[in-house]
């Protein structure tokens, strides 16, 4: 699992994927809408620190223990003491990537003076490594442009031991290099969805072993000219290099090379590659205790209720039981509310993170970041505490942090109270309920439906292409905080308010809210205050769906069509 903070040929830059390019296949595999863009943002929204980063570290091993985690950087000046943080964080590989890889979607003149060599960062990220003592708990992996086995037997020289492919079996697999990735007009049918296109592809997995076996051929003659039996006694080996030529090319002339060759002494005993694994600390998780109590559940069945109190020290709670359930029912998970999870106290970060389906966990008190975090199916409710103070209105109080449902693809989420910024961003199918919302919410979301039985932060929905937002807006102040530049606000219609009331009825039920009793009370008359901001892609996608399906003929290629138009 790759964490990839930036790339190396269009460092600080984001992705697009144009609404012609999302065919239906694509859509589905990423959650998404047929026909409808999107938008891959240059930052993490969960990561703004070392250590949002190594909690998000923490989440995937949780996700999958089995995984390996890797953090992707770019070759740039300080990258070694970031390499050394992401070490310090628990990663288990770190991937220093050079400038002269790239995409041919990336933008030109990123391509040419964005990025450094991978030589420079490589260098850097293994002497300080070494003199932090950290260079045997983590594998360092190189890429950008390596193209042969000299290429590899230098990295490794440098202190990589393990190396990345991409163009170079792209070239071997037909690819021509015409750079129309993004244009989805490939000739040779290697980076397009288009299945005309698709036919003229002639590439076959055996080319790319020929090539890998000829790397790997050059890379032994290599080793061997140099007197080392296997690759790893080459790794961080850098006093084998011979950098004469080099340094005495005039082009070269002034130019002092002592900083990238040094081998510098470590105070700590260590090897110059990774030799031992990242502790993790999975063995003291909160999730042992749940799995070994949902046994029943997960291997017959059986419904299970769980009663414990929790703390905030207990972070990414529900998620490794969560991957158990996965192992043995796949994606479909177990029924609704088999297990059946009953918490009080203060949870850490990351409770319900890729949570599936089957199992509800109901908190009573209050939870920090990043709640629901890629939520797969589960159900969580958050209330304020039962012993809570008489004069506490919960609607006025934060209970939740920021980045709620962060990449969530299906579920129900239900909070009684106000949470933090960031609040469904990149949802892609959960449900959710909420009594307010800071800044930035419903951000860059692609398919679900959220509730705002409240006030809401500034920048409400931007890059929002896909889902419903439901805003509760008594005062008429919430188009001062929409950002409309892919949305509308549209009036509901009776399927909206039918699905509305029944959705505010469920959320009665979980937290016994006084908003949504308040709401429900006089409904006919509390409806007429709610916005449904829709996406307009959207809204485009389902009038040509409906339009096709009317006109019986193909809603794919109909969805497919509206997108061409509206690229025009």
Known sequence: IQIKMAQGAKPGEGGQLPGQKVWPWIAKTRYS??????????????????????QLIHDLKNANPQARVHVKLVSEVGVGTVAAGVSKAKADVVLISGHD?????????????????????????????????????????????????????????????????????????????????????????????????????????????????????????YLAQLGFRTLEEAIGQVDALDTTKAVQHWKADGLDLSPILHKPESPWEQDLHCSKAQDHGLDAALDNE?????????????PVEIELPIRNLNRTVGTMLGNRISIRHGEAGLPDDTIQIRFTGSAGQSLGAFLPKGVTIRLNGDTNDYLGKGLSGGRLVVRPPEQSHPKLVAEDNVIAGNVILYGAT???????????????????GATAVVEGV??????????????VLG?????FGAGMSGGIAYVWDPEDL????????????????????????????????ETNSAVAQRILDRWHTNVRHFKKVMPEDFK?????????????????????????????
Not at 410 to 418: D, K
Not at 455 to 459: D, I, L, S, V, Y
Not at 491 to 503: K, N, Q, V
Not at 540 to 568: C, H, N, P, T, Y
Request: hydrophobic content about 40%.
């Open 33 to 54: 809408t047929p026909g409808v863009g999107l938008i891959s943002p240059p930052p993490h929204h969960d990561i703004y620190s070392i250590e949002d980063l190594k």
């Open 101 to 221: 890889g790239g995409t041919g979607a990336s933008p030109l003149n990123s391509l040419k003076h964005a990025g450094t060599p991978w030589e420079l960062g490589l260098a850097e990220t293994q002497q300080t490594l070494l003199v932090n003592g950290l260079r045997d708990r983590i594998v360092v992996q190189c890429d950008g442009q390596l193209k042969t086995g000299r290429d590899v037997v230098i990295a490794a020289l440098l202190g990589a031991e393990e190396f990345g492919f991409a163009t170079a079996p792209l070239v071997v697999s037909g690819c021509i290099m015409m750079r129309v990735c993004h244009l989805d007009t490939c000739p040779v049918g290697v980076a397009t969805q288009n299945p005309e296109l698709r036919k003229r592809f002639n590439g076959k997995a055996e080319f790319v072993v020929n090539f890998m076996e000829f790397i790997a051929e050059e890379v032994r003659e």
């Open 290 to 302: 749940l799995i070994e109590r949902s046994r029943a559940a997960i291997e017959d069945g059986e």
């Open 410 to 428: 299906a579920g129900e989420v239900y909070i009684r109270g106000v949470v933090g910024e960031r609040f469904c961003v990149r949802n892609s």
């Open 438 to 451: 800071g800044d930035h919410a419903c951000e860059y979301m692609t398919g679900g439906r959220a509730v």
């Open 455 to 459: 006030p809401t932060g500034r920048n």
């Open 478 to 509: 919430f188009h001062r905080n929409l950002n409309n530049e892919m949305v509308d606000l549209d009036p509901l219609d009776e399927t909206d308010a039918a699905w509305l009331r029944d959705t505010i009825r469920t959320h009665l039920t």
């Open 540 to 568: 485009r996608v389902l009038e040509a769906a409906e339009k096709a399906r009317i006109e019986g003929v193909d809603v794919d290629e109909a969805i497919m069509a509206s997108a061409a138009l509206e690229k025009e």
